[in-house]
């Protein structure tokens, strides 16, 4: 269930028309959403895309600094446009939120923060977490816990953790009115309920909308396509696919695991297009894939559908749950999950 479906309260009236002018009204971007729904309803994806790089605004980050990030599971949503959010408030933002979770609590929500700890909220930036400067900064928040019993330790624990980005939004920051924050992408790990209690606080602050971003198989191929092409310094993990079979009583799960090399070598074969892949790559990638399986196992893969995939630079689920494994394409795998989340705005 999506922790998101929760009954709203009024939002304030002025922002509230606002965003009924942007996205009910025949505005420029009400325009350019219905235009991206088209888009998606029958071009899901360009029919090319460039190899993930490692940027230039990456390059200039110490990789400690976003490591914190890395091989941790993160729960993926689409986020419309942030009204009156800024920057320069942060830290009144993390006294507000502190107090609604408190607030929460006290009405005695399931709220996961244990019985014996103060609960403090912040707010941070992530600095050159963008793939251009035009992009409005990733931002982090954290619920983070002091024991008040003595014999606890006295450090901070961290609850939950949840960030918000933009990474190559040009198609939706082009036509966003100055008073909306674009970052699309919301990234959640910890507990469901905390997610829950923060996206309530949001949506009520900044008269936003969070929805659920699945990866269906069409959006897993190419993720697996692109990973595979990537130049790793050292591969990490085995190229793994998980199909299911749909079944009775239940359902049938088939995993099917590659040496890395042999991967990015099956890759390399059907690679026709320098620095870019296609989508004609990316289905006879799979279909090799798929000749290859049948013909030890003589089962046919086409029939089933793709669930997960998991390479040296990342892994991701269709119910949008994605780990990334490989600071040098944290980027670029974050400028697809933006453009899937930018594509799933209404």
Known sequence: MDPYDTPESTPRHGASSRLKDYFIGATPLRKRLES???????????????????????????????????????????????????????????????????????????????????IKVTFSTLLGMKGTQRDPEAFLVQILSKSQLPSENRGQKVLWTGWFCCVFGDSLLETVPEDFTCVPLFLANGAETNTAIVGTWFQKTFDCHFSSLAINAFNLSWMAAMWTACKMDQYMATTEFLWSVPCSPQSLDISYAIHPEDAKALWDSVHKTP????????????????????????????????????????????????????????????????????????
């Open 36 to 118: 991206v729904r088209k888009q998606a309803s029958f071009v899901p994806t360009p029919p090319r895309r460039k190899i993930p790089q490692c940027s230039q605004l990456q390059e200039d980050n110490d990789p400690q600094k976003f490591a914190f990030l890395l091989h941790k599971q993160w729960t993926l949503y689409s986020l419309t446009p942030l009204y009156k959010f800024s920057y320069t408030n942060l830290k009144e933002y993390s006294r507000l939120l502190s107090a609604f979770i408190a607030a929460e609590k006290q009405k005695g929500l399931a709220v996961e923060v244990g019985e014996d700890f103060n």
């Open 275 to 346: 620095g870019e892949v296609t989508q004609e790559e990316v289905d006879l990638f799979m279909d090799c894939l798929y000749s290859h399986f049948h013909r030890h196992f003589k089962i046919h893969l086409s029939a089933t559908r793709l669930v997960r995939v998991s390479t040296s630079v990342a892994s991701a689920h269709t119910d949008g749950k994605i780990k990334i494994l490989c600071h040098k394409y944290l980027i670029g795998v974050l400028a697809y999950l933006t453009e899937l989340a930018i594509f799933q705005i209404d």
